[in-house]
């Protein structure tokens, strides 16, 4: 079975520009998550996706982050634009069902750093 | 605020020299405590889920305990290829449409040594 892809695995930016990260979960995935890593800590939520709604962006910065997951598969989670603090690594996970106790399942992340 | 707090930041073990690193937890109802693997540059990697106080679960050299308050992760006789970073999650009950966040520790950078 094939994990949680996301694309690109680097990108490198310059403050107040904007970019995209991509995330495919795993076939069959009903819930979509997107966390932010900063080094030398633990993956903090942003958003949470069931099937294509959103159920949880408490901790999304709405004025420059947006997300979105077209027809409950793949899903975009866009910053625009960049400040330096946003460099961080950008994880998806995905798990098969709405229960909570579902296990996440982790991509290898987006690493961004912004200049 | 529901925390999580892991302990060690860092431990250096020689091969061989079995350890445990602590997660402790101040959440109002835990639901599940779950442990992963993140090696550098790749995502977390599932470890094992815990649900209730006095549960232990076990995979090759590493055996995870749940107390009401924490969580041990015993490694038996490390050896290299066990360096990772061993992040601990909680889920916990009471979040409102928020039922599927993890909020993670800080992890524990280990390194064996051979």
């Known amino acids: 079975e094939a994990g949680v892809a996301q694309s690109p695995r680097y990108k490198i930016i310059e403050k107040r520009q904007s970019v995209a990260f991509w995330c495919n979960p795993i076939?069959?995935?009903?819930?979509l998550y997107w966390y932010q890593q900063i080094l030398g800590q633990g993956p903090k939520l942003l958003i949470q996706f069931q099937n294509n709604g959103v159920v949880d962006d408490s901790q999304l910065p709405k004025d420059r982050f947006s997300a979105e997951r077209l027809k409950g598969v793949d899903s975009t989670l866009k910053i625009q634009p960049a400040k330096l603090e946003d460099s961080a690594v950008y994880l998806c996970?995905?798990?098969?069902?709405?229960?909570?106790?579902?296990?996440?399942?982790f991509g290898p992340g987006t690493r961004l750093t912004v200049l | 605020e529901d925390q999580v707090t892991q302990s060690p930041e860092a431990l250096r073990l020689q091969e061989g020299e079995s350890s445990s690193l602590n997660c402790s937890y101040t959440v109002s109802g835990l639901r599940g405590l779950f442990w992963y693997r993140q090696d550098p540059g790749k995502g977390p990697e599932f470890l094992f889920t815990l649900y209730s106080a006095g549960e232990e679960k076990e995979k090759e050299r590493l055996k995870a305990t749940l107390t009401k308050k924490e969580s041990f992760l015993h490694i038996t006789a490390p050896k290299p290829e066990d360096s990772a970073t061993y992040l601990c999650?909680?889920?916990?009950w009471g979040g409102g449409t928020s039922y599927g966040k993890l909020t993670f520790g800080q992890g524990t950078i280990l390194t064996v040594h051979p």
């Open positions: 999650a909680v889920q916990f």
């Open positions: 076939s069959g995935h009903a819930t």
């Open positions: 996970a995905s798990s098969p069902k709405r229960e909570s106790t579902d296990t996440q399942y």
